[in-house]
C-alpha cells in the first residue's frame, strides 16, 4: 500500500511549508514513521522519524527548523518545514522506518527559491 503525501511547493528562502502523509492504519499502528527526501542527482536521505509515542529525531541539516508529528487516530504524519533553505529543495516522502521499498508514494516536490 503506498502513502499519499501532499503540501509542497514553491516558497522563498525562509517560509515555511507543511506537509501532509495519509498513511495505512495498519502501518500508524505499529511502526515508526519518518519523512524523507532526495533531490536531483543526490541519494534519498531520512529528515525525521516519530516513533508510536511521538518521541521524534531530525537529521542535523534540519535540526531546530523542521518538526515532524503524527496524529494516529487520523493515521497522518505531518512535517512543518520552517526557515527553509534553497538546499531544502527536493521530493519529500513519507514512509515507515525503516522504510517498506513497497510503501513509496509519489512525494511532494518542495522547491526553495526566490
Known amino acids: 500500500v503506498q502513502l499519499v503525501e501532499s503540501g509542497g511547493g514553491l516558497v522563498q528562502p525562509g517560509g515555511s511549508l507543511t506537509l501532509s502523509c495519509v498513511a495505512p492504519?495498519?502501518?500508524?499502528?505499529?511502526?515508526?514513521m519518518g519523512w524523507y527526501r532526495q533531490a536531483p542527482g543526490k541519494y534519498r536521505e531520512v529528515v525525521a522519524t516519530?516513533?508510536?509515542?511521538?518521541?521524534?529525531n531530525a537529521a542535523d541539516s534540519v535540526q531546530g527548523r523542521f518538526t515532524i508529528s503524527r496524529d494516529n487516530t487520523k493515521n497522518m504524519v505531518y512535517l512543518q518545514m520552517n526557515s527553509l533553505k534553497p538546499e531544502d529543495t527536493a521530493v519529500y516522502y513519507c514512509?515507515?522506518?525503516?522504510?517498506?521499498?513497497?510503501?513509496w508514494g509519489k512525494g511532494t516536490q518542495v522547491t526553495v527559491s526566490s
Open positions: 514512509n515507515q522506518s525503516p522504510p517498506l521499498a513497497s510503501a
Open positions: 516519530i516513533d508510536i509515542g511521538g518521541s521524534a
Open positions: 492504519e495498519s502501518m500508524m499502528r505499529i511502526r515508526t
